[in-house]
């Protein structure tokens, strides 16, 4: 038969640890280790463990050249696992693993990059909850649990050269009253059109410059690299008057919400799980999943070492423009990364070799009362006395 190697793939040597009895019965420190080759390939759904003879092997196929090999040497023990396992894949082979590695060849992702976006995402993780075990969940916790942080600047005493503060004026007033909102006011539904306003300023687009027949530059109140503007906006409304919940595609040129017809419920489970069980953020009228689709950046930058990065800074000028936004419209905004991506791409019916989830946006009218703590030290936005504790 003949095989290649999967296009791209990292081997990673992994160590994992265990308490064990035995080891401290010996005078050890009463940990086991075990270390193990982890492949890492982002056309499959998960690491693949192997054995240093499959391993050694699987660094002597080409990804791009054909090689035969016998039934025997398909059946031992160095090949059999990298060939039940995906990352050897035969020609004309058709199983999930094979069409998603042609799909990944013909993407142009940065090898690092796939595989970093890849087993980053996460599935059922309780953000909360780690947070909580970890004890990481207020500041003194913080403290106490983690020591001492890095200084909170580079240089903390006066500069060489001061400069004098000069007045501020509006759009510095707006920039104070910027806070990361963890308090919706579930009782008020948001009305439709400061949706409107919101979805047209963070993520409209107002004019467009065409090359050709197919070749379209959107113009938008955000930067993109190459101008591209990869990234798409989903809509999960939530509570808005006049707009029934459920996710919606925003559509930049048309300035419209097209319903996404999706094989999951997009009820509050599915909001707590998109929001990593964050219930503070599960409040917001209106979340916004930020999804890029990928190959279109990659279409210019091909195996570009900056282009996942070009993308990722794009979804922070978004989420920058959303929350102004909203502080200018009398809301609150926030953004998340602790996301579950997994269940995000399904509900959205994403093809993940080319789109993803970076990240979840959301917005809303503000509680009078701070439950969960919000930072506004300068009390721009809470009263110091309504602020929690
Ligand atoms: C990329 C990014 C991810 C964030 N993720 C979370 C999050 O998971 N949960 C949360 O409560 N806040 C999250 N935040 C908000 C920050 O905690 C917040 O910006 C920070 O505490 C400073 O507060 P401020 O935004 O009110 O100035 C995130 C912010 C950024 C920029």
């Not at 990804?63 to 016998?70: G, V």
């Not at 050897?88 to 799909?103: H, K, M, Y």
């Not at 990722?312 to 609150?332: F, I, K, N, P, V």
């Amino acid at each position: 038969m003949d095989v290649r190697r999967c296009m791209i793939v990292v081997v990673h040597p992994t160590e994992q640890i265990e308490f064990a009895v035995e080891s401290l019965l010996r005078g050890g420190d009463g940990l086991s280790r075990t270390l193990a080759w982890q492949a890492l390939a982002p056309h499959l759904d998960a690491p693949v463990s192997l054995g240093a003879e499959a391993q050694a092997a699987l660094g002597t196929f080409s990804p791009s050249a054909w090689t035969t090999i016998s039934a025997d040497e398909a059946g031992s023990a160095a090949l059999a696992p990298l060939l039940a396992g995906g990352l050897l894949l035969q020609r004309g082979q058709d199983s999930e693993a094979a069409r998603r590695d042609e799909r990944l060849r013909a993407t142009h992702w940065h090898p690092l990059a796939a595989v970093m976006h890849a087993f980053s995402r996460w599935e059922d993780v309780d953000a909360v909850r780690n947070m909580r075990e970890s004890q990481i969940e207020t500041a003194s916790q913080m403290r106490r649990t983690l020591g001492a942080p890095p200084p909170h600047a580079a240089v903390v005493d006066g500069g060489s050269f001061p400069l004098a503060r000069q007045p501020g004026n509006e759009f510095d007033a707006l920039l104070g009253r910027r806070v990361t909102c963890r308090n919706f006011d579930a009782d008020r539904p948001l009305p439709l059109a400061m949706l409107s306003q919101m979805l047209q300023r963070a993520f409209g687009s107002s004019a467009c410059q065409r090359e050709g027949d197919d070749l379209v530059f959107l113009k938008k109140n955000v930067p993109s690299g190459g101008g591209l503007h990869p990234i798409e906006a989903y809509v999960v409304v939530c509570n808005v008057d006049g707009l029934p919940s459920g996710l919606y595609l925003y559509q930049a040129q048309a300035h419209a919400l097209k319903p996404v017809d999706s094989s999951t419920d997009i009820d509050r489970d599915f909001v707590m799980s998109m929001v990593g069980q964050q219930h503070w953020f599960a409040d917001a009228h209106v979340l916004v999943v930020l999804a890029p689709r990928f190959n279109r950046t990659y279409w210019k930058y091909r195996q570009h070492a900056k282009s996942y990065r070009v993308v990722a800074m794009e979804a922070g000028h978004l989420s920058q423009t959303l929350y102004l936004s909203a502080t200018d419209a009398g809301l609150g905004a926030f953004i998340t990364a602790a996301i579950n991506e997994k269940p995000i791409e399904r509900a959205l019916g994403l093809d993940t070799i080319n789109e993803g989830v970076l990240a979840v946006c959301g917005f809303g009218w503000r509680d009078s009362q701070m439950t969960t703590s919000e930072l506004d030290p300068a009390g721009h936005v809470w009263h110091p006395a309504a602020q929690a504790g």
